[in-house]
């Protein structure tokens, strides 16, 4: 089964690191997608732009409305995920404990749909 492993944080943390420990983050997230194509469950993954970046497309009141920003205005925010396929919940959510970096937020574990 795929799952998607949606990493949430803070990006004020993220901005405030020096080069050096961005640097050490990313190797991190290399070596942990490297470790995840070796035993075969990677199937896909992306580091998000800033959610200053972010354009929604909001539905209700008989027509799309584009409006400027995030989903939802939370002190946490979606980074970057990850696709994996593993044979259960137990596997992904394994997964989810090595991510690299989180010294704080959240790994969101969900199931993806039957079309993927």
């Known amino acids: 089964m795929q799952y998607v492993l949606l990493i ?6 993220w901005a405030a690191m020096s080069q050096e420990e961005m640097a050490e983050i990313y190797s991190a997230h290399a070596a942990y997608g490297a470790e995840m194509e070796k035993v075969g469950v990677f199937r896909g993954g992306a580091e998000l732009k800033p959610v200053s ?18 989903f939802a ?5 979606l980074g970057g995920y990850y696709v994996i ?7 992904a959510i394994a997964w989810a404990e090595k991510m690299p970096g989180m010294t704080q937020g959240t790994v969101e574990v969900r199931p993806l749909g039957a079309g993927a």
């Open 8 to 13: 949430y944080g803070d990006e004020r943390v």
């Open 53 to 70: 970046t972010a354009t929604s497309v909001r539905f209700g009141g008989g027509r799309p409305m584009v409006v400027d920003g995030p």
């Open 73 to 77: 205005e939370t002190k946490e925010q």
């Open 85 to 91: 396929e593993v044979d259960d919940l137990d596997q």
